[in-house]
């Protein structure tokens, strides 16, 4: 059983950086998709962005496109969120995700492996 955990949350200023990492302790399978989500208090858990393992095509949501990238390493089992230009909006719990069927990228309900959550959180 494949597990996810995600690190690199934190506290930054408005406009500053933060990588967050998703590392997979088994191995992702070519049909993966893997996804970010974010929560933020008393609102739903929404799709930030997400990768398709083998072919790398990438997925966001328009509030984040041009702010963050999503990436992965293959030989490290590991995906990556690069968050830039941080806006206090941004400030949520962000998920791991995996959508081991490989037919959505967008579908939070299609997402059948979850982390933990790492809590980022943007200053004003």
């Known amino acids: 059983q494949v597990q996810l955990v995600e690190s690199g949350g934190g506290l930054v200023q408005a406009g500053g950086s933060l990588r967050l990492s998703c590392a997979a302790s088994?191995?992702?399978?070519?049909?993966?998709?893997m996804g970010w989500f974010r929560q933020a208090p008393g609102q739903e858990r929404e799709f930030v962005a997400a990768?398709?393992?083998?072919?790398?095509?990438?997925y966001y949501t328009d509030s984040v496109r041009g702010r963050f990238t999503i990436s992965r390493d293959n030989a490290k089992n590991t995906v990556y969120l690069q968050m830039n230009s941080l806006k206090p909006e941004d400030t949520a719990v962000y998920y791991c995700?995996?959508?081991?069927?490989?037919?959505?990228?967008?579908?939070?309900?299609?997402?059948?492996?979850w982390g933990r959550g790492t809590q980022v959180t943007v200053s004003s």
């Open positions: 995700a995996a959508e081991r069927d490989g037919r959505t990228a967008y579908a939070k309900g299609a997402y059948d492996l």
């Open positions: 088994g191995r992702i399978f070519g049909n993966y998709v």
């Open positions: 990768i398709r393992w083998t072919s790398g095509t990438t």
